[in-house]
Each structure stands twice: as structure tokens, then as C-alpha cells.
């Protein structure tokens, strides 16, 4: 039995989450998506109250999405209702910071004093950090993989040892498995709901979302036009349908499609949910431009909300527990995330040997260099710019219009949104 299922069967068997009666801190904990981090929540409580009698961990209501948790805390912020510690999607920390809603950490790493012992490297430090604030600390880091399905790609006549290393190669793959008919389907991109997997794409082709100054849209220039490009080929040559988020897993994981791309977060549910039903693997996912090519970090960082100095001092123990190397040791078998923490990484006492024993989680590990912060838009519109672009790779997915129709219409909607200097 491995690490983290010993630890799950721990837990279904205690008596219950809540600390000794003794406690005299309690913290008030919010979380997004429970169907990736709800039971790997309860196993980092549980140890930590194990080992900080003094300290409760109450969790409040979880947020299904990393969306709809930034709203949840920006409409609690100054409110009896705003817990004591969130964690928020890398990509939306900025909003907390340019609302100072956040408790900065810097003087809490100052204080600490052996972050990097405790394998918090500069690196890793870095992807929870806005301007001159550490607005949390990275707990769960992803980048985006690919999934595929084995025998389909054997029917096709490929091989499925040798997996597609170019985004032609996986397209040229993904016509023939559609062409296999029976309702095969090609590819599954997840582009739906956030700006991640096209950023995968923009970024994987040297590019960026904004100006240096970050006074104008980039996103439009040659690197966004090659993303937009190859999702419509994905539509054309490649068999990939319109699919929501929802039909898109379902039906990957039924065996029905050749190529899923989205992020290493959604291996441990998927390795549950395939089954036996087909040979799954995993691959890293095709650069645009291999030489210049990044991928964005996704994923959450904790944040410390906590105004009180008692609590602070509570909450930052909690934080650097949930995000360090026994934090991680139960993330990254229980999800799929890949190390958020540089010492569980590398010893044997926490994941030294789980890659060798579990390949299909090396392909996100593998693209660790790669990773580069989940990009952040200036500003009190966030939400909508993620939203306009996704509206327009729908046009594209859809076919309503063409990849070069929408790109320009995404970039001169994100224009007008952006704040004005």
C-alpha cells in the first residue's frame, strides 16, 4: 500500500478530523476544487494537529473553482465571514495583493530565517509572488501533459512507445483516430474555463500575454497567432470536437478519445477512472517552439488572511506545513501536481521513490524547467480578460470564426479592459 493510501486509510478510521479538546487556535481554512483536494486536505490537517495540539484547522465551505474562490474572498475581505487562510490559483494572487488583502510573508521567511533547508528554493518561492510581496506559498504546482490512449494510437497505427513529440505528429495522429470512426474522437484540448492551456500554447511558442510595461496586449503578435492556429487545426485535421470540460473527461476516460491535453492535476482522478479500460500513458506536451518554449505553472499557492498576531503566527505555521516537503508527499500521489517543494522532491523519507513506481506521473516532472508563473492581468478585471479569451477559442473550436477573427477580437476586447495609464 503506498504512502498515500496508508495515510487516507489513517484517517478513514480516526475518530475524526477535530483536534484535542485542548486547542486554543483555531483557523478558519478555505480551498478550492474538493474533487482534487478534499481528501488530501484531511490528511494534512490531520498530521498537523497531530503535531500542533495547540492549533485547530476548521474548514470552511469549499469553492469548486479556482474562479469562483478568488470571488469568494474578495466579497469576504474585511468581514467576520473571511477565513483565516485561503488558497487562491497562482494566477489570481495578484488580485489579493493589489487589494492588500493578503498578509505579506516576507517578514515571516526574514524571521524564519532556513526556508531553503526546508526546501523552499528562490524558484519555488518566486511563483507566489507579486511585485515585492510573498503573497503565499506555492502548495500545488502543475504544468499542462499529455494523456493518450494507448490502443487507440496502436489501431491507428501508431506506436504507442514512441508517443507524438510535435504537435504535427500529434494531429496527423489524432485525423487517423478519428477516421477509426465508432465515435473515436481525435484530440480533447482543454481550453474551456481559463486562460491556462492557451497560455500553454503562447507561451510554448515564446510568447507573452502582455508588453514588458504591460501597457499593451502581446498576445496577438506571431507566438498567439501559431496557438490559435494549431487549435483550429486541432478542430480540422486533428478529430477534436466540441466539447465542454465535462463531456471532454467523460469521454476520454470511457476510451474514446486519442489525445487529452490538460493539466498533470487530473492524473490521480484519471488513473482512477480509466481503470482497466484502456492502456493509458502520459507524455509531455509538444512546444510550438522547442528551443524557446515554456509552460505555465498551475495550480495554488496558500495565503495567510489572518489580520490577529496570534493567528498569523498559527497560520504561518500551518502554511509552510501544507506547502512543505510532508505537504507535498501527499499532493503530489494523491493529485498528480508535481513537487511544490524541493526537499520532498529528493528524499527518501518523501518521493524519492514514488516516480520510479508510478511512470505516468514522470511526464509532469520532466517539465519542471519549463515552468514560468501563471500569468497575471493587471488590474480589477482579471475575470473578464480570462473570460474574453476563452469566448474567442470557442469561436475558433466552434468555427465561427476564424482563428485570426478572434485572436484580433481578443486582443482589442483585453485592450479596453486593461487598466489605463
Same mark, same amino acid.
Given at each position: 500500500m503506498t504512502f498515500f493510501k496508508k495515510t487516507i486509510a489513517a484517517v478513514a478510521i480516526a475518530t475524526g478530523l477535530c483536534a484535542p479538546a485542548f486547542a486554543d487556535t483555531t483557523l478558519n481554512v478555505h480551498y478550492p476544487m474538493p474533487g482534487f483536494f478534499k481528501d488530501v486536505m484531511d490528511?494534512?490537517?490531520?498530521?498537523?494537529?497531530?503535531?500542533?495540539?495547540?492549533? %485547530?484547522?476548521n474548514f470552511v465551505s469549499p469553492s469548486a473553482t479556482y474562479e469562483e474562490g478568488i470571488q469568494t474572498i474578495l466579497r469576504q475581505a474585511g468581514t467576520a465571514e473571511m477565513p483565516d487562510i485561503t488558497f487562491i490559483g497562482l494566477n489570481r494572487l495578484r488580485m489579493l495583493a493589489e487589494r492588500?488583502?493578503?498578509?505579506?510573508?516576507?517578514?515571516?521567511?526574514?524571521?524564519?530565517?532556513?526556508?531553503?533547508?526546508?526546501?523552499?528554493?528562490?524558484?519555488?518561492?518566486r511563483l507566489a509572488q507579486v511585485g515585492d510581496q510573498q503573497v503565499g506559498l506555492a502548495f500545488a504546482t502543475s504544468n499542462p501533459i499529455m494523456y493518450y490512449n494507448a490502443d487507440l494510437v496502436r489501431a491507428a497505427g501508431g506506436d504507442p512507445d514512441?508517443?507524438?513529440?510535435?504537435?504535427?505528429?500529434?494531429?496527423?495522429?489524432?485525423?487517423?483516430?478519428?477516421? /477509426?470512426?465508432?465515435?473515436?474522437?481525435?484530440?480533447?484540448? %482543454?481550453w474551456q474555463g481559463d486562460d491556462w492551456m492557451f497560455s500553454a500554447l503562447l507561451f510554448g511558442a515564446g510568447g507573452t500575454m502582455l508588453s514588458p510595461d504591460e501597457k499593451k496586449v502581446a498576445f496577438d503578435g506571431p507566438e498567439g497567432l501559431a496557438a490559435v492556429n494549431l487549435i483550429s487545426r486541432m478542430v480540422k485535421e486533428g478529430g477534436m470536437p466540441v466539447f465542454t470540460k465535462q463531456a471532454g473527461e467523460q469521454a476520454f476516460v470511457a476510451g474514446k478519445v486519442g489525445f487529452a491535453f490538460q493539466t498533470t492535476g487530473a492524473l490521480r482522478n484519471t488513473i482512477k477512472n480509466v481503470g482497466d479500460k484502456f492502456? /493509458?500513458?502520459?507524455?509531455?506536451?509538444? /512546444?510550438?517552439?522547442p528551443e524557446k518554449g515554456r509552460l505555465p505553472t498551475g495550480g495554488n499557492a496558500v495565503v495567510i488572511l489572518a489580520r490577529d498576531t496570534a493567528k498569523q503566527d498559527a497560520a504561518w505555521k500551518f502554511a509552510k506545513f501544507a506547502a512543505g516537503p510532508y505537504g507535498a508527499s501527499v499532493v503530489v500521489p494523491g493529485t498528480g501536481y508535481v513537487p511544490n517543494n524541493e526537499l520532498a522532491a529528493k528524499s527518501d523519507e518523501y518521493l524519492a521513490d514514488f516516480y520510479e513506481k508510478n511512470p505516468l506521473f514522470k511526464a509532469g516532472l520532466s517539465q519542471m524547467?519549463?515552468?514560468?508563473?501563471?500569468?497575471?492581468?493587471p488590474g480589477t478585471n482579471g475575470v473578464k480578460v480570462t473570460q474574453t479569451i476563452v469566448d474567442n477559442l470557442s469561436r475558433i473550436v466552434e468555427q465561427?470564426?476564424?482563428?485570426?477573427?478572434?485572436?484580433?477580437d481578443a486582443a482589442d476586447e483585453v485592450q479596453r479592459l486593461l487598466p489605463r495609464r
Open positions: 490528511v494534512i490537517s490531520k498530521k498537523f494537529m497531530e503535531e500542533n495540539p495547540d492549533i %485547530r484547522i492588500n488583502v493578503n498578509v505579506d510573508l516576507k517578514p515571516f521567511i526574514a524571521k524564519d530565517g532556513n526556508m531553503a533547508e526546508q526546501g523552499f528554493s528562490d524558484h519555488i518561492l514512441q508517443p507524438p513529440k510535435t504537435w504535427d505528429e500529434v494531429i496527423a495522429l489524432g485525423g487517423k483516430i478519428k477516421a /477509426l470512426g465508432n465515435g473515436n474522437e481525435g484530440i480533447d484540448f %482543454r492502456d /493509458l500513458r502520459t507524455a509531455p506536451i509538444p /512546444l510550438l517552439n524547467n519549463l515552468m514560468i508563473p501563471w500569468y497575471a492581468f465561427s470564426a476564424t482563428p485570426e477573427e478572434a485572436l484580433a
